[in-house]
């Protein structure tokens, strides 16, 4: 192994085991600590639709900039990340898709139609994810959240039902 500078970075070769090691050594994960002061900033989480844009790299890259910067200022600094089910959206994706499988969303039922959702989170939900890893985002992976997951879904359930009371939600 040779310990000179290639005269041209690579960033191919180094980047991917750099921030694989930094996953690996819970760099990114924050822990209760009271001896440091908490600060936290959640992931506005994208939506499984596809995958990021220009405008998820430069708003991850302004959180990533922010949640570096406090941890170097001593603070227990958590980056919650996640992604969104964005149901109308997915709900027309899917529904192509099952299109041109020639399936018809109607005769899946409610059942069926969610696990095509769920097959569909697993592919896109986990390229999102992927692509933030890629732009070396330091979340605390090991929290990462999907919105339909059980105690997130049941957290939405109960605000939107007080929403509804409240009469900011109607149909």
Wanted: charged share 35%; proline share 4%; aromatic share 10%.
């Amino acid at each position: 192994m040779s310990k000179n500078l290639e005269k041209t970075y690579n960033p191919k070769e180094i980047e991917a085991k750099l921030y694989e090691k930094w996953c690996e050594e819970k760099y990114f994960h924050a822990e209760v600590d009271r001896s440091k002061k908490p600060f936290t900033t959640v992931m506005p989480p994208p939506n499984i639709t596809g995958k990021l844009h220009m405008g998820h790299a430069l708003d991850n890259t302004l959180q990533d900039i922010l949640i570096r910067y406090k941890r170097m200022q001593g603070y227990e600094a958590l980056w919650q990340p996640g992604t969104d089910h964005a149901a109308i959206a997915t709900e027309v994706k899917v529904i192509d898709k099952l299109k041109k499988e020639g399936i018809n969303k109607n005769d899946l039922g409610r059942e069926g139609f969610l696990k095509e959702a769920w097959k569909w989170k697993d592919e896109y939900g986990t390229r999102i994810i992927k692509q933030l890893h890629k732009l070396g985002s330091s979340a605390d992976w090991d929290r990462e959240r999907f919105t339909m997951d059980e105690g997130c879904n049941k957290a939405v359930t109960e605000v939107f039902v007080k929403m509804h009371e409240k009469g900011y939600i109607y149909k």
